[in-house]
């Protein structure tokens, strides 16, 4: 590949989060802003106090122990509870604290075979041969688990952040410490990894499916059975609350312009035409001597601004280049105009204004000669580079071009 190949390709990777840029326009009083979303990857950071929320969920947990085959699966099926409140620190990521718990279901060694009993129920488990299996009897206790949990929320991650969509899809890990409450009484650290998902069912509400595994050693439910470790699967559906403020506004640049101001400047143009007008028809009419003087159409200053650190012509720019290039076109062909560019001079360096404010006002030059047809010889080109605020004390004002008639 040569130089001008990487070069391309280089600029190509460069424009990209500019070509997916969306623009929409709002209406704002006396004011038209053009807004343009930067990207959808990227919003505007919140303060700490936003994007909390709570949850609460209810289902059935499994436990994986020493005895699994023996026991039906029905019989392994114990009640879950979830308490939890967590925080999304942005778009992809959040934390929770939560509480889980309620019952163990399952199966245990009988006592008095050299084992102690480990919250059996007394109640023999069928087998086979003299009508139990293994010795075995069932087992039930109570317990709770409080675990710390990272979550990656892979729909906004994979495709950018969407505040309506439907179905998020956040997988998890985390710690916590799980008590066995029943005796014999056992504390544990734990390990989770999980799967969070959300519906959303309007901005305030959303229905959650959570699947968990829990991860604990081997005597957790109280009896050793020569495993690594144990652990215990977990299903819940329930609801979550997100408190104000939700969501996240994508990041984006606001374009402003003065809606009265425009409207009187096309009224000052529309006078002068219609004048121009009244005077032709006079003059058609062979009225000479109604005239009383003769009318030098001139066009007042015209003010363009641009978004900081570009020379690109926005659509409402060329709309006013456009009534400008009409009035100079109908006017005196020996009046000639300058198109004086500026650029902020709190941003940039002396030499880039300098080049800044020379392509703005060439940008306005070729869009009143190529695109509205105004002669050549009625216009020049002017620049200033860097300049202070030169209006109201208003940065972006002085990101403009000023074009006025010499």
């Not at 950071?45 to 929320?53: A, D, E, K, P, Q």
């Not at 066995?180 to 069912?201: M, Q, W, Y």
């Not at 198109?339 to 404010?357: F, H, P, V």
Request: with cysteine.
């Amino acid at each position: 590949m040569n130089g001008k190949a990487i070069l391309a390709a280089l600029a190509l990777m460069a424009a990209g989060p500019a070509f997916a840029q969306e623009a929409y326009v709002e209406q704002n009083g006396n004011y038209t802003d053009s807004v343009y979303v930067k990207s959808k990857y990227k919003v505007e950071t919140n303060r700490f106090w936003s994007n909390w929320f709570v949850s609460v969920g209810g289902g059935a947990q499994m436990y994986f122990g020493d005895h699994d085959k023996q026991a039906d699966f029905g019989d392994r099926l114990g009640g879950a509870l979830d308490i939890a409140v967590g925080k999304w620190f942005s778009p992809e990521i959040g934390v929770r604290l939560m509480y889980s718990g309620i019952q163990v279901k399952g199966a245990t060694k009988r006592p008095g075979q050299g084992y102690d009993i480990a919250h059996g129920t007394g109640e023999e488990i069928p087998g086979k041969g003299d009508g139990t299996y293994h010795n075995l009897q069932y087992s039930k206790f109570n317990m709770w688990n409080v675990h710390a949990d990272v979550m990656f929320n892979m729909s906004n991650i994979f495709c950018g952040y969407n505040e309506k969509r439907i179905y998020n899809c956040s997988p998890y890990l985390g710690i916590g410490v799980a008590s066995a409450t029943s005796e014999p009484k056992n504390v544990d650290i734990t390990g989770h990894v999980g799967i969070l998902n959300t519906f959303r069912i309007s901005s305030a509400f959303d229905i959650n499916l959570d699947l968990r595994g829990m991860f604990v050693n081997d005597e957790f439910d109280g009896e050793r059975g020569g495993r690594g470790g144990e652990g215990m699967f977990t299903a819940t559906v329930g609801f979550t609350y997100k408190f104000k403020q939700r969501g996240w506004n994508h990041a984006k640049t606001i374009v402003r312009y003065d809606n009265a101001a425009i409207n009187a400047m096309r009224e000052r143009l529309n006078e002068v035409s219609a004048e121009n007008e009244r005077l032709k028809e006079a003059l058609a009419r062979g009225e000479k001597d109604k005239a009383q003087a003769i009318v030098k159409k001139v066009a007042g200053g015209n003010f363009v601004t641009f978004e900081i650190d570009k020379s690109v012509l926005s659509n409402e720019a060329r709309v006013s280049l456009g009534m400008l290039a009409e009035v100079i076109k109908s006017g005196d062909k020996s009046t000639v105009y300058t198109i004086t560019g500026y650029a902020d001079a709190g941003t940039g360096s002396k030499k880039g204004n300098e080049r800044l404010s020379k392509a703005r006002a060439q940008a306005v030059y070729n869009c009143l000669v190529s695109e509205f047809g105004v002669d050549k010889s009625q216009l020049k080109i002017d620049y200033k580079g860097g300049v202070d605020n030169m209006f109201y004390n208003d940065p972006r004002m002085s990101r403009a071009v000023i074009t006025k008639s010499n």
